[in-house]
Nanobody
Framework: QVQLVESGGGLVQPGGSLRLSCAASRFIVSSYAMSWYRQAPGKGRELVATVTRAGTSTNYADSVKGRFTISRDNAKNTVYLEMNSLKPEDTAVYYC??????????WGQGTQVTVSS
């Protein structure tokens, strides 16, 4: 069964850092563009960051530019989201998403990130 499993979420104080990981199983991450989305309580799902298949290009939501970094290690079949200078408004469930077009796309189950003092 194809799976994306996120980890690394938790409770952190404002200004702190977290590193999320997304490990893929039963498919090859290098064939997919990979993204992180988030969904805060009562809000829709928001695209946070995307990295191309080769990892040569990235895009970020304006709200996280300069604070978050998406990266991938195709050898480990894993994608990461480094989050620095966290703010309370970053509190959300963070989801990993894989897409190669043609209807081939997968979601992870999500990991909770809570930024609070």
């Amino acid at each position: 069964q194809v799976q994306l499993v996120e980890s690394g979420g938790g409770l952190v104080q404002p200004g702190g850092s977290l590193r999320l990981s997304c490990a893929a199983s039963r498919f090859i991450v290098s064939s997919y563009a990979m993204s992180w989305y988030r969904q805060a309580p009562g809000k829709g799902r928001e695209l946070v960051a995307t990295v191309t298949r080769a990892g040569t290009s990235t895009n970020y939501a304006d709200s996280v530019k300069g604070r978050f970094t998406i990266s991938r290690d195709n050898a480990k079949n894993t994608v990461y989201l480094e989050m620095n200078s966290l703010k309370p408004e970053d509190t959300a469930v963070y989801y990993c998403y894989a897409d190669r077009g043609g209807g081939f796309n997968y979601w992870g189950q999500g990991t909770q990130v809570t930024v609070s003092s």
